[in-house]
């Protein structure tokens, strides 16, 4: 009875809320109405929708014992509180992606993106990430990898194995891009990224030699240094003489990233990759924490309208109408196929009690997708033409800033040198246009919410502190996910020639680890000397490549259902799929086919390389335009493989489940049940 | 338990900061006439665990 009350109470409030945001269409609204309607969304979707999942369809045991218990090491199997496993979880898979999408996707207006976040998690990428949770806890924290091999078959562990590899490029790449333009021909900026770097080997060898395992102290005294480094960024801005020696250009940044991405992959993860994580685990959650404490006090008014004319699919910041390059862009903070790899693996062996499942799984992603709203009202409590003027690239808007605000202007959002000037001036930047990839519109959105907040003397402060924020897991999402590129290249080379295949083997680290980077570097590279930005062409392979990712988790886990339950129940994972599908598909095919060359990949090509044989490009662009007519080729040909990958696998589940349902025999890996002692038995189930 | 104590609890073990104290518990229990490895081998142990696998996203 009381639960029903709740639920009245919950459905009521979120549709106030809802429909307060309707009502004040044409007029802005304040943000408070997106985080009320967020909270009811999530509360709903927890507490009913995920409750009958946990009931009904996996009948979630709290007697039986979890591998954690079963198969206690110590080590990487511990039996460990819901919460603590909630923290580690959470750390894990929030990343930049949640708070990039957004900022892209508000080019939109705010009402497109906010509603696919909330629907898109609570139907989606909640229920992904619980699934996949407990599918791997039943089969003792098997990878999505070998899940996909047992479950579906050979093909099937194939496919899993190209879409992580190839995600792992393209994620890279264009995670790295959104740092190069972060510190592009930032001083401040780029001074403070790099001194990030030897503060976490300092925290490295603390942690090593000094205080060994002290994780807590050693992460504060990180947390002050790091402070320390925005600072000292902001009196290295001041120094004519020094300066110049940060003042560096994107060619410049890139080949900064790639060299580093190298060397950390080949350094000894105690001295640089390890500590940096903890540093940026603490400044995430630390953060994320804070600007939802300020969004609230604050509670600014969304100045974005909530739906904007390039709906129609003439949107400046990246190419593509509403449907369905809404939900490709948002991307992880609605649904995200990497989680499914962090669900499968790591956490499931921390679990120590079916039940939490729940928690843990739908619980984090709603905690993440909750970053992502946050994200949102960042970018749309902007200035409507100061976001564009910063989000949109030179080779769209014009280059001479007079050029960019009339652009800007004649879309109906006004702008004018002199506004974007002073804004730069408080940020501590020369200027802010075409400063694309996300990060540094964010940067500004949240110094504006802290310093209206914490004090606005500091304005450039939190700018670069949301700059260094950013940065900071950027590069440990660049040098962990090359080495778990390396880790992969060496398992496939290895069969090939067993030395290779030996991780501690020198010659093998170093050339499976230049031959990862080698590969995001291109793209890289192409993203920096693209004078569109290169992100409205990466962030969308990416958002594709990651929703493939998502329909390969939700085809093993649909399989799975229907093998050890019923057909009935397989919609939970199965609805999702079909909407992935249908998006994925969709984009890929107006990538590849559109003869619009803003759009379609070869139709770009086509057109770049007209104009260079007709001789109408300016010098500088001319210079580049064979690499970049060949980048649109080949990213052309990786969206075909990302189709086919992916109907190859929903393909082989239809396969499965027809089987199934047909009666036929099908294997299932699902370790038998024994009882748990780690409490007493309490009957029923979650 | 007074909810800063247990918070203080709950922030050590989500950082991993009492790992080596847990392990030191577990070997206890069960593996007691084994000699545990030292917090400094229980350390580098630990992060080479941790970094082999994908443990980050996007």
């Given at each position: 009875m009381l639960n029903r009350l709740l639920g009245i109470v919950l459905a009521a409030v979120g549709a106030i809320a809802l429909g307060g945001i309707a009502l004040h269409r044409h007029e802005p609204i304040n943000a408070l109405w997106l985080i009320t309607a967020a909270v009811c969304i999530?509360?709903?979707?927890y507490r009913f929708y995920a409750a009958w999942i946990a009931a009904r369809v996996f009948m979630l045991d709290a007697t039986r014992a979890t591998p954690a218990e079963r198969l206690n090491n110590g080590r990487d199997f511990v039996p460990t509180h819901r919460w603590i496993v909630f923290g580690h979880h959470f750390a894990a898979i929030a990343g930049p992606g949640p708070l990039v999408g957004p900022t892209l996707a508000a080019q939109f207006g705010y009402l497109p993106g906010t509603l696919w976040i909330l629907i898109g998690s609570v139907l989606g990428g909640c229920v992904q990430d619980m699934t996949i949770l407990f599918v791997s806890t039943r089969r003792d924290g098997r990878s999505l990898g070998q899940m996909a091999r047992d479950e579906l078959g050979p093909l099937g562990g194939i496919a899993a194995l190209i879409g992580t590899l190839t995600i792992m490029v393209i994620i890279i790449a264009v995670l790295g891009l959104v740092v190069v333009n972060a510190m592009k021909r930032s001083p401040w900026a780029t001074s403070t990224v790099m001194a990030t770097i030897p503060i976490a080997m300092l925290i490295g060898m603390y942690l090593r030699n000094i205080r060994p395992g002290r994780v807590l102290?050693?992460?504060?005294?990180?947390?002050?240094?790091?402070?320390?480094?925005?600072?000292?960024?902001?009196?290295?801005d001041q120094q004519e003489a020094i300066r110049g020696w940060f003042d560096l250009s994107g060619t410049e940044l890139a080949g900064f990233v790639i060299g580093y991405g190298w060397v950390a992959a080949i350094l000894p993860v105690w001295l640089l990759l390890a500590p940096r994580d903890y540093l940026s685990t603490f400044l995430k959650l630390g953060t994320v924490m804070l600007l939802a404490i300020a969004i609230v006090i604050m509670h600014p008014v969304l100045r974005m309208p909530a739906v904007t004319q390039f709906v129609d699919g003439t949107g400046p910041v990246f190419a593509g109408k509403i449907f369905p390059?809404?939900?490709?862009?948002?991307?992880?903070?609605?649904?995200?196929?990497?989680?499914?790899?962090?669900?499968?693996?790591?956490?499931?062996?921390?679990?120590s009690n079916e039940a939490d499942v729940r928690l843990v799984g739908y619980g984090s992603m709603m905690l993440e997708s909750f970053v992502?709203?946050?994200?949102?009202?960042?970018?749309?409590?902007l200035d409507p033409g100061v976001y564009f003027a910063i989000n949109v690239g030179a080779g769209i808007?014009?280059?001479?800033?007079?050029?960019?605000?009339?652009?800007?202007?004649?879309?109906?959002?006004?702008?004018?040198?002199?506004?974007?000037?002073?804004?730069?001036?408080?940020?501590?930047?020369?200027?802010?246009?075409?400063?694309?990839?996300?990060?540094?519109?964010?940067?500004?959105?949240?110094?504006?919410?802290?310093?209206?907040?914490?004090?606005?003397?500091?304005?450039?402060?939190w700018y670069h502190f949301a700059v260094m924020f950013e940065a900071v897991f950027i590069l440990t999402t660049i040098d962990a996910g090359t080495r778990v590129g390396r880790f992969m290249m060496q398992d496939v080379l290895g069969q090939l020639w067993k030395p290779m295949g030996r991780t501690s083997w020198y010659p093998s680290v170093i050339l499976t680890s230049a031959m990862v980077v080698a590969a995001w570097g291109y793209f890289l590279y192409i993203g920096v000397i693209d004078p569109n930005g290169g992100i409205n062409i990466l962030w969308p392979l990416f958002g594709m490549a990651n929703q493939m990712l998502a329909a390969i988790a939700l085809s093993v886990a649909t399989a799975i259902i229907v093998k050890t339950r019923s057909l009935r129940y397989a919609f939970i994972t199965a609805a999702p799929l079909a909407w992935l599908a249908l998006i994925t598909t969709t984009a890929a095919w107006q990538k590849v086919m559109s003869p619009d060359p803003q759009l379609g990949f070869f139709a770009a090509a086509t057109d770049l390389a007209r104009k260079l044989a007709s001789g109408t490009l300016p010098a500088g662009r001319a210079a580049v335009a064979p690499q970049l007519i060949f980048n649109q080729q080949l990213d052309g040909w990786l969206t075909v493989l990302f189709t086919v990958v992916l109907w190859v696998v929903i393909a082989d589940m239809l396969r499965v489940c027809w089987r199934s349902a047909r009666g036929l025999p099908s294997v299932s890996t699902e370790v038998p049940r024994q009882l748990s002692q780690l409490q007493p038995a309490v009957g029923g189930g979650a | 338990m007074s909810p800063l104590r247990s918070l203080w609890r709950w922030l050590r073990a989500a950082t991993g900061d009492d790992a080596y104290e847990r392990y030191r518990t577990h070997q206890a229990q069960v593996h007691a006439h084994a000699t545990p490895l030292s917090r400094r081998e229980f350390y580098a142990e630990r992060l080479r665990r941790k970094w082999s696998g994908i443990n980050r996203c996007c």
């Amino acid at each position: 009875m009381l639960n029903r009350l709740l639920g009245i109470v919950l459905a009521a409030v979120g549709a106030i809320a809802l429909g307060g945001i309707a009502l004040h269409r044409h007029e802005p609204i304040n943000a408070l109405w997106l985080i009320t309607a967020a909270v009811c969304i999530y509360a709903l979707g927890y507490r009913f929708y995920a409750a009958w999942i946990a009931a009904r369809v996996f009948m979630l045991d709290a007697t039986r014992a979890t591998p954690a218990e079963r198969l206690n090491n110590g080590r990487d199997f511990v039996p460990t509180h819901r919460w603590i496993v909630f923290g580690h979880h959470f750390a894990a898979i929030a990343g930049p992606g949640p708070l990039v999408g957004p900022t892209l996707a508000a080019q939109f207006g705010y009402l497109p993106g906010t509603l696919w976040i909330l629907i898109g998690s609570v139907l989606g990428g909640c229920v992904q990430d619980m699934t996949i949770l407990f599918v791997s806890t039943r089969r003792d924290g098997r990878s999505l990898g070998q899940m996909a091999r047992d479950e579906l078959g050979p093909l099937g562990g194939i496919a899993a194995l190209i879409g992580t590899l190839t995600i792992m490029v393209i994620i890279i790449a264009v995670l790295g891009l959104v740092v190069v333009n972060a510190m592009k021909r930032s001083p401040w900026a780029t001074s403070t990224v790099m001194a990030t770097i030897p503060i976490a080997m300092l925290i490295g060898m603390y942690l090593r030699n000094i205080r060994p395992g002290r994780v807590l102290e050693a992460s504060l005294i990180g947390f002050a240094l790091l402070l320390l480094g925005v600072a000292a960024g902001g009196v290295i801005d001041q120094q004519e003489a020094i300066r110049g020696w940060f003042d560096l250009s994107g060619t410049e940044l890139a080949g900064f990233v790639i060299g580093y991405g190298w060397v950390a992959a080949i350094l000894p993860v105690w001295l640089l990759l390890a500590p940096r994580d903890y540093l940026s685990t603490f400044l995430k959650l630390g953060t994320v924490m804070l600007l939802a404490i300020a969004i609230v006090i604050m509670h600014p008014v969304l100045r974005m309208p909530a739906v904007t004319q390039f709906v129609d699919g003439t949107g400046p910041v990246f190419a593509g109408k509403i449907f369905p390059f809404v939900f490709i862009t948002i991307a992880c903070g609605a649904i995200s196929g990497f989680h499914s790899l962090i669900s499968s693996g790591t956490t499931p062996k921390l679990i120590s009690n079916e039940a939490d499942v729940r928690l843990v799984g739908y619980g984090s992603m709603m905690l993440e997708s909750f970053v992502a709203i946050m994200a949102m009202i960042a970018a749309t409590m902007l200035d409507p033409g100061v976001y564009f003027a910063i989000n949109v690239g030179a080779g769209i808007a014009g280059s001479a800033p007079e050029a960019a605000v009339a652009t800007i202007s004649s879309w109906g959002f006004p702008v004018t040198v002199d506004q974007m000037q002073s804004l730069a001036r408080a940020m501590g930047e020369r200027t802010l246009f075409a400063r694309t990839g996300g990060a540094p519109s964010l940067a500004v959105g949240m110094a504006s919410i802290f310093g209206t907040v914490f004090g606005r003397g500091l304005l450039a402060a939190w700018y670069h502190f949301a700059v260094m924020f950013e940065a900071v897991f950027i590069l440990t999402t660049i040098d962990a996910g090359t080495r778990v590129g390396r880790f992969m290249m060496q398992d496939v080379l290895g069969q090939l020639w067993k030395p290779m295949g030996r991780t501690s083997w020198y010659p093998s680290v170093i050339l499976t680890s230049a031959m990862v980077v080698a590969a995001w570097g291109y793209f890289l590279y192409i993203g920096v000397i693209d004078p569109n930005g290169g992100i409205n062409i990466l962030w969308p392979l990416f958002g594709m490549a990651n929703q493939m990712l998502a329909a390969i988790a939700l085809s093993v886990a649909t399989a799975i259902i229907v093998k050890t339950r019923s057909l009935r129940y397989a919609f939970i994972t199965a609805a999702p799929l079909a909407w992935l599908a249908l998006i994925t598909t969709t984009a890929a095919w107006q990538k590849v086919m559109s003869p619009d060359p803003q759009l379609g990949f070869f139709a770009a090509a086509t057109d770049l390389a007209r104009k260079l044989a007709s001789g109408t490009l300016p010098a500088g662009r001319a210079a580049v335009a064979p690499q970049l007519i060949f980048n649109q080729q080949l990213d052309g040909w990786l969206t075909v493989l990302f189709t086919v990958v992916l109907w190859v696998v929903i393909a082989d589940m239809l396969r499965v489940c027809w089987r199934s349902a047909r009666g036929l025999p099908s294997v299932s890996t699902e370790v038998p049940r024994q009882l748990s002692q780690l409490q007493p038995a309490v009957g029923g189930g979650a | 338990m007074s909810p800063l104590r247990s918070l203080w609890r709950w922030l050590r073990a989500a950082t991993g900061d009492d790992a080596y104290e847990r392990y030191r518990t577990h070997q206890a229990q069960v593996h007691a006439h084994a000699t545990p490895l030292s917090r400094r081998e229980f350390y580098a142990e630990r992060l080479r665990r941790k970094w082999s696998g994908i443990n980050r996203c996007c």
